[in-house]
């Protein structure tokens, strides 16, 4: 903007509203077929909802073959010094479902919390390189304001609680889907990233429990952070517990 104020899109703009969880009344919350096979597996092996493998899927207890992805990395200490955060926490933590959080798996992801920008770029042992017209379309668009807010739950991958993320509306557009269009990438607009794991169904009055925060949350920020670089992140499961940052991709250009 001309007199330096930031616009970030709209939940008009993006889905989350689409692609939130329905919750019922009088209902409880299943955990869906995506969740047990990538991710019960890694919180909780022993449950009997685990999917182990199913065919077609290359998924194996919940770990895959290496996929390379970029990623928005979310800065967890500036995070962890939000009041607002702190207070949605301490929240969980009272609330009646807090014994269904993987609480544990907290501290052993909080070094790769990420929002994915384009995912899926190449599997195995190939890894994606960017060219040099793709790096310098990426500084060209430079940094940009990114709010998080929660809380949220889609309605896929149910069982996992995220925060959303909304990015600067920048030169007319979305600053992340003006990433992968510089990409040659699909454009999306839903940008979460997953803190918590829920290790088995919620019943009607924790489910109920759970739409509430959801909704006292929805439009409270939690953090502002200027996004200055981009992940290339390699995992072998969808909860990161096995990656590596392969490369930082800065979107500022050097002196």
Known sequence: MADGTVQLCSDEELGYRRSQTKFSIGKGLALDETYRLAHLPLVAPQHPGVISSREGFYYAMGRHPRVYSLVLPV??????RSAAYCELETELRAAPFAGKIAWD???????????????????????PCLDARQRLALTDLGAFTVELRGLFSGNVNVGRLYLRL?????RGGNALQNIQRALGRRETDLYVVGIWNLTDDLDPSEAAALNGIIERWWDRPLMTFQANRL??????????LESDV???ISLVASA
């Open 75 to 80: 800065p967890d200490d500036v995070l962890q």
């Open 105 to 127: 798996l907290l501290a052993r992801r909080r070094a790769k919390l990420h929002a994915t920008i384009c995912g899926s770029l190449a599997t195995g042992k190939d890894v």
């Open 246 to 248: 392969t490369e930082i």
């Open 231 to 240: 992940w290339l992140l390699a995992a072998s499961d969808d909860l990161v």
């Open 166 to 170: 909304y990015p600067e509306r920048r």
